[in-house]
């Protein structure tokens, strides 16, 4: 019997696209600073799954494949302030552990490539049109090309090691799922461009960007 991962991760998959959060990020209001500390805790993840990728030789077939840089630029463009970056939430820096602990497994690894960056060859495509800035989902024309050959991959890998390869696409998801959560609350004070903020009621004490160049602007 041959087993389909679209089919297997199908309730996983829907209940990470039901999150809040992704409602902002496709709603093309989102502020460009909450997205700035979004592409922020997406770089740690994908920075660390790419390098034990690379070195497990998995972008061998798709070279282009790879987000961290373009993420990076896309961070730099939008947080005002470098030398003094966002906050990396608690899911982020639990991921990060989980990679460094699975990094000479090969087909664990792959399990979260087809979560993030199959994801982003399909409904990044949609999200790229919304958010204020757009390398992370630019793969210069290829992206049918590696969406075919991730689907190959993974499907190779799950019908060789079922258990390993669910158990890592079943914690990706959850894992964005969480980060979608934590982002929701950091957002909640300034989530859309046209909301009007009363300054006298401003709350000063939860603001996400307190203590950064932009804490207390609209």
Known sequence: ?????KELTKEIHQ?????????????GTIRPELYAIYLYNQLQCYSVLERYGMANDLFRQTPGLQRAENIH??????????????QITASTKRYVEHIESIQDDPEKLYGHIYVRHLGDLSGGQMISKKVPA????????????????VKEIINEYLNTYQINVMA???YCF???????KEMNEIGKPLVLTNEVFDEDNRDTENDPFKGTSIEGKD
């Open 1 to 5: 019997m041959a087993y389909d991962i």
């Open 73 to 86: 630029k896309d961070y730099e463009k939008l947080w005002p302030d470098l030398s003094s970056p966002p």
């Open 168 to 170: 890592e696409v079943t």
């Open 134 to 149: 757009k390398r992370f989902y630019d793969f210069l024309g290829k992206g049918q090309e590696y969406k075919r050959i």
């Open 15 to 27: 209940n990470a696209e039901r999150q809040e959060f992704v409602k902002t990020l496709m709603s």
């Open 174 to 180: 959850e894992s964005a799922t969480n980060l979608f």
